[in-house]
């Protein structure tokens, strides 16, 4: 078995080194700018130490993109560590940047109830002492911001597959009111910023996107300030061409504008093992890739609020951190060379 895992290794670095890039240094076309081409924002989401310690990913990202998100470095623990304590000089650097560059900035996330603190974790206090440590973290982060940051996902993750609310300390301490406590707390601190609800596995159209678009219904009934749905898109190269098709349409029906704000297209999620690269995936991923950008692109422009990878390389990518290996994901490869992914999104952009 150890012999059969060394092979793959060594073949999928081979075939990450050799194969999946598309050299347009050997083509007669100058490599195309995705921000140029699209129609619609896109975004990043960058690493803080990539930022600053690898110049080719921080050329990337100004050189291809017109919107960034930060990976990790808004989020509750990274901002505001301890009670009395707010840390902002991480995000600031990204915000610089973003403003040197004449990008916009996607703020991630007011509230995950996995990127709690330990502080808040054990907290203790009654409700209402849980609703002004709500008010004062997402005021404080939303006023350091303002101006800076255009659109916040407000509340991330808050939905399990099923179509409940999944237990976390705030649902245990306020209710499932601080959805919207969170959207009105955030409405108040910035009334320019966009707020949107975030979510992973939409593009299955289930009961989670469903509950998802019924609180949306009743926010909007009720006046609870909400203006984007973040779809974030972290899918398996397998899922179906229509699935992505029909969640578009579906998520278009909610009026609200739509971001498609952590995409990426895994090829070794549900593969056999061990998991070898090859030409075949390379091409399904560009092609599945072209049939997200080309559904996104069917919803009607007033709410494309843009596309965003998350991450930027093969190399940096989430899918790829701690033990998680040789997934291929992105539309860069790990030396941050296009791949005929990329390719296929440029035609999918340029297709009338
Ligand atoms: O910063 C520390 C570092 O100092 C320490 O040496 C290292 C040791 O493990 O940990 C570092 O923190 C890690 C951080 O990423 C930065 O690399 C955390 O342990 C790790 O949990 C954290 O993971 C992030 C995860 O969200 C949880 O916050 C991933 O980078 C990030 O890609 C991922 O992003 C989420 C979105 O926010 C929401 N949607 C799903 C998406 C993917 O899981």
Redesign the pocket.
Known sequence: MRYILLITFFLNTIFIANAQTFDYSSSSETPPVLKSVAPFPIGA?V?I?HMRNNPRYRNLVKEQFNSITA??VM?F?AVHPSEHVFKFDNADEIIAFAEENNMRVHG??LL?A??NPAWVRSYQGDKTAWKNLLKTHIQTVVKHFKGKVRSWDVV??AFTDGGGLKKSIWLQKIGPEYIELAFRYAHEADPDALLFY?D?GQEYVGKKMYAILNMIKDFKKRGVPIHGLGM?M?IPVRLSDAKIQQAMKVAAGSGLLIHLS?LEISVKHQMPKPFMMNEQLSRQQAEKYKTVFRAYSSIPKKQQFGITT??VGDADS?RN??GRNHDHPMMFDTQYRPKPAFKAVIDALKQP
């Open positions: 989401a690493g130490k990976e990790n989020k623990k991630h996330t995950w996995m990127s991330n993750e975030n992973y974030q972290h952590e998350w991450n989430y951190s701690k």
